[in-house]
C-alpha cells in the first residue's frame, strides 16, 4: 500500500515571492510521482512527472520538483509567482500495478 | 481532440435511485480510471481498467460498478444512490501506467 501527505492544506503567499508546496509519501514498492493542478471548476492537469532519471525535475508554467529518495519527499517550488498560479495542487503516486493515490491537496493562493 | 468525455455534468439524485456516469475517450488509452473528489478532499480511485474486459477495484469501490466492454468507454454505476455519494467524480484516462493521465471535465453529484 502506499499513501501521500501533503503536508500543507493552505499556502497564501504574495505576487513574485517563491513558493514551495510539500509532498511525501511512503510506498513499498517503487512508484512514479506527479503533481498536478486543478484551476477553479475545471479537471486535473500534469504540471510535471518524475519516472527516473534526474532527481530535479522541470514542468510547465515555471514550476519544478526535486524527488529525494531518502526523504521521500518530492516537493514542488516556483521561484516567483503569478496571481494565476492560485489553484489546488494535487501529488500523487502510481506503482506499476496502475493503481494511484493522490494526496489531498494543497490550495495555493497568490495575492498582490 | 475531443479526449476524455464524461456525461452528465450536474446530476440530482434520490435516495435509492441509480444512475450511470458516462466517460469516452478518443485517445486509444488502454488505462481508465474513476476518481471521487469530496469537498477540501484528494481524489479518490474507486475503480481502474488497464484494458478491455478488465477491471479492478480501488480504495473506495463499495456502492459502485463499472464494466469495460470497449477500449473507449468506462461507465460507472451507481445501483443504490445514497448521500454519502455526494461528490464530483472524474474520469480518466493514459496510454500506460507511467504515462500523465487525462482528465474529464468531471460530474457533480448530489444525493438527497
Known amino acids: 500500500a502506499q499513501s501521500v501527505t501533503q503536508l500543507d492544506s493552505q499556502v497564501p503567499v504574495f505576487e513574485e515571492a517563491p513558493v514551495e508546496l510539500r509532498c511525501n509519501y511512503s510506498?513499498?514498492?517503487?512508484?512514479?510521482l506527479f503533481w498536478y493542478v486543478q484551476y477553479p471548476n475545471q479537471g486535473l492537469q500534469l504540471l510535471l512527472k518524475?519516472?527516473?532519471?534526474?532527481?530535479l525535475v522541470k514542468g510547465i508554467n515555471g514550476f519544478e520538483a526535486e524527488f529525494n529518495k531518502s526523504q521521500t519527499s518530492f516537493h514542488l517550488r516556483k521561484p516567483s509567482v503569478h496571481i494565476s498560479d492560485t489553484a489546488e495542487y494535487f501529488c500523487a503516486v502510481y506503482t506499476n500495478a496502475g493503481k494511484s493515490t493522490f494526496g489531498d491537496g494543497t490550495t495555493l493562493t497568490v495575492k498582490p | 481532440n475531443a479526449g476524455v468525455t464524461q456525461t452528465p455534468k450536474f446530476r440530482i439524485l434520490k435516495i435509492g435511485q441509480s444512475m450511470t456516469l458516462q466517460c469516452a475517450q478518443d485517445?486509444?488509452?488502454?488505462?481508465m480510471y474513476w476518481y471521487r473528489q469530496d469537498p477540501g478532499m484528494g481524489l479518490k480511485l474507486i475503480y481502474y481498467?488497464?484494458?478491455?474486459?478488465?477491471?479492478d477495484k480501488g480504495e473506495v469501490p463499495n456502492g459502485y460498478n463499472v464494466s469495460r466492454s470497449t477500449t473507449e468507454d468506462f461507465p460507472l454505476r451507481l445501483e443504490l444512490a445514497a448521500p454519502s455519494q455526494t461528490s464530483v467524480y472524474f474520469c480518466?484516462?493514459?496510454?500506460?501506467?507511467?504515462?500523465?493521465?487525462?482528465f474529464g471535465s468531471g460530474t457533480q453529484l448530489s444525493v438527497l
Open positions: 518524475y519516472l527516473s532519471g534526474s532527481t
Open positions: 510506498s513499498s514498492v517503487s512508484v512514479y
Open positions: 481498467s488497464v484494458g478491455a474486459g478488465i477491471t
Open positions: 480518466a484516462s493514459s496510454y500506460s501506467r507511467s504515462e500523465k493521465l487525462f
Open positions: 485517445m486509444n488509452h488502454n488505462y
